[in-house]
């Protein structure tokens, strides 16, 4: 009998306690994460240790809290008889008000529109793009392989040079992009993350903690600051809390399946190959894309930013850009008041300068373009001059001198 009221006091004293922790972590709403969250996948019967778990709701947020009732008109049902009974909350169908319904769901594209390749006015865009690419090659002087994509967002003609362009990889035999994405990875991230926001999948209000820099931090504020200022260890820590393979599984569902995103990239804190192994399965380090997907990311930005409050902060930190030495600086030549929302990456070492952007001139574009195993100077001569040619083209348009 003694033993029998030592047990219960017991695990009256422990419910106490989870209670209490429970309550504090409500309180402050803050996850450490320190390995790849599993997303209820049924093969982890048991979590990895330091995995992100649920989060504890503040009580004022809980989505299952009961309503309060002050104040409330009570829903009644009249029944044959004309006798009148009030409607449990389970009784009443569960629906969703239209802003409700239209808030965050946004017309996500899966894939650019259709074209009619054989339209007389697409085939003229079409030979006067491929011009003023071979244009810029050839003023650049540069000599290995490029990826471009164009897209005219008014007419949504587009067209490109190796915009869909994949490779084998010889050593692990996996089908990607052909261009090394470098920071341009950060584009993709922040459309990962935004469409998990979107689907439930990840909490806007929760502060996340990486335990690799000890950082703290808000998704969308994450976001902003990892594209705006292109910084590596908030990349890292996005692939540290998503991992590899969630992260291709949310690009499949939004249409992208020849990008593919691999490991974490150097110049950042607790970097190296081994990390890289043993939590990605592989040395590879951030991604390879096809110049099309990034378009495909940058339509989506630019077709729902005045829709989708993700899409909108996106296109607010690609404005943000405090990189700007190569589609603005084109861009620039034509008219400076122009605003472009962009991307950049760089990896000197394998010779990538990279730029992805819409152009907001008087008709709006946009322009991805990819290098690598160039120089620094061939790769930003290219870039800025396509940008500038382009950008003159457009104004054309507008003025009555094209055919788009």
């Known amino acids: 009998m003694v033993m029998r009221i030592i047990g219960t006091a017991i695990s009256v004293l422990l419910l106490t306690l989870n209670l209490h922790t429970a309550a504090l972590i409500s309180v402050h709403n803050i996850t450490t994460f320190y390995g790849v969250y599993p997303y209820n996948n049924p093969e982890y019967e048991i979590l990895p240790s330091g995995c992100i778990t649920d989060p504890v709701l503040d009580p004022a947020r809980d989505p299952e809290r009961q309503p309060e009732t ?165 990349s890292n820590a996005c692939l540290r809390l998503v991992g590899n393979t969630k992260s291709n599984e949310v690009l499949a569902r939004l249409g992208i399946t020849d990008s593919v995103i691999y490991g974490e990239m150097s110049g950042a804190i607790g970097y190296s190959l081994r990390n890289n192994l043993e939590n990605y399965g592989t040395t590879k380090r951030c991604a390879r894309i096809t110049p099309r997907d990034a378009g495909l990311i940058l339509y989506n930005v630019y077709i729902n930013k005045d829709s989708d409050p993700y899409m909108a902060s996106m296109n607010r930190a690609l404005l943000d850009n405090i990189y700007n030495t190569r589609i603005p600086v084109g861009v620039k030549k034509v008219d400076k008041g122009y605003e472009i929302a962009h991307k950049t990456g760089t990896n000197s070492s394998l010779g990538v300068y990279n730029d992805a952007g819409i152009v907001y001139g008087k008709r709006p574009f946009i322009l991805v373009a990819f290098t690598q195993g160039t120089t620094s100077e061939a790769g930003h001569t290219f870039i800025r001059k396509l940008a500038q040619d382009l950008t003159s083209y457009f104004d054309s348009i507008v003025m009555g001198g094209g055919t788009a």
Do not use: C
């Open 70 to 234: 002050s104040g409330l008109t009570e829903e009644h049902v009249t029944l044959d008889n004309g006798q009148e009974y009030p409607l449990e909350s389970e009784d009443l169908p569960q629906t969703q008000t239209e802003e409700e319904v239209t808030d965050l769901s946004g017309p996500i594209r899966t894939s650019l529109p259709e074209i009619d390749l054989l339209d007389l006015s697409y085939i003229s865009f079409k030979k006067e793009v491929h011009a003023i690419i071979d244009g810029a090659r050839k003023f650049s002087g540069i000599k290995t392989p490029v990826g471009v994509f164009v897209m005219d967002l008014t007419s949504n003609y587009y067209t490109g040079v190796n915009d869909t362009r994949t490779r084998i990889d010889p050593e692990d035999g996996a089908r990607e992009g052909y261009f090394n994405s470098a920071s341009v990875i950060k584009l993709f991230q922040g459309y990962i993350l935004y469409d998990m926001l979107r689907h439930g999948e990840l909490d806007e209000d929760m502060i996340y903690t990486d335990r690799v820099t000890g950082w703290s931090f808000k998704l969308v504020d994450m976001i902003h600051t990892m594209i705006s200022r292109s910084d590596n260890n908030y």
